[in-house]
């Protein structure tokens, strides 16, 4: 069976910073792009960061870019999300997602790449509030 366990969520505080994990197993971890979907209450799941499994090139949603790093670790079937100075506004539950391709350009696209998944995890909490 194929899964995939998020951890590290959490609240913390504005300013600070969180690490996500994502174990993957059941997956030829190195054939699939690898990130993060979030969703705020009454929002839609968007696309937050993803590594091409080609290229190993990143994309980020330009909310987050220059405070989040994605980063994965094949050896391990792991990715991590490092958040950096984090905002009341990154307050979500945090997916990691799973696709079978070679870039990220579907994760691009609002309402379209959430479709695109092959494998999601369960969702860990992310709540950033003083």
């Known amino acids: 069976q194929v899964h995939l366990v998020e951890s590290g969520g959490g609240l913390v505080q504005p300013g600070g910073s969180l690490r996500l994990s994502c174990a993957a197993s059941g997956l030829p971890f190195d054939y699939y792009n690898i990130g993060w979907f979030r969703q705020a209450p009454g929002k839609e799941r968007e696309a937050v960061a993803c590594v091409a499994s080609g290229s190993g090139s990143p994309y980020y949603v330009d909310s987050v870019k220059g405070r989040f790093t994605i980063s994965r670790d094949i050896a391990n079937s792991s990715a991590f999300l490092q958040m950096d100075n984090v905002e009341p506004s990154d307050t979500a539950v945090y997916y990691c997602?799973?696709?079978?391709?070679?870039?990220?350009?579907?994760?691009?696209?609002?309402?379209?790449?959430?479709?695109?998944?092959?494998?999601w995890g369960q969702g860990t909490q992310v709540t950033v509030s003083s």
């Open positions: 997602a799973a696709e079978h391709s070679t870039t990220c350009t579907v994760w691009q696209v609002p309402s379209l790449g959430a479709k695109q998944i092959d494998v």
